[in-house]
Nanobody, 117 residues
């Protein structure tokens, strides 16, 4: 089992920045990748950014150049630095960790990000 706890959400004005963190605990050695998703009201959950154990990353087109995903292996934490925030970034942000054979993934409880115009 893997437990994920997100933190760092809040209210910010457009153009501002927030930093989300996701702390992982449990059988984290089975994790191959960690991902940030978000879900806005009335919309489907969408992938925002992911980072593999190798360190390689991938981003949604809508956040490229504004968001940066990183990991602190010593603290078993994945961070999402969000700059130049826009109102359309408003959503609940979820941390996901996946890996192992058979594959399993785990979700955090989510953290609200609200960007005011």
């Amino acid at each position: 089992q893997v437990q994920l706890v997100e933190s760092g959400g809040g209210l910010v004005q457009a153009g501002g920045s927030l930093r989300l963190s996701c702390a992982a605990s449990g059988t984290i050695f089975k994790i191959n990748a960690m991902t940030w998703y978000r879900q806005a009201p009335g919309k489907q959950r969408e992938l925002v950014a992911l980072i593999f154990n190798s360190g390689s990353t991938n981003y949604a087109d809508s956040v490229k150049g504004r968001f940066t995903i990183s990991r602190d292996n010593a603290k078993n934490t994945v961070n999402l630095q969000m700059n130049s925030l826009k109102p359309e970034d408003t959503a609940v942000y979820y941390c996901n960790a996946g890996g192992g054979v058979p594959y399993r993934d785990y979700w955090g409880q989510g953290t609200q990000v609200t960007v005011s115009s």
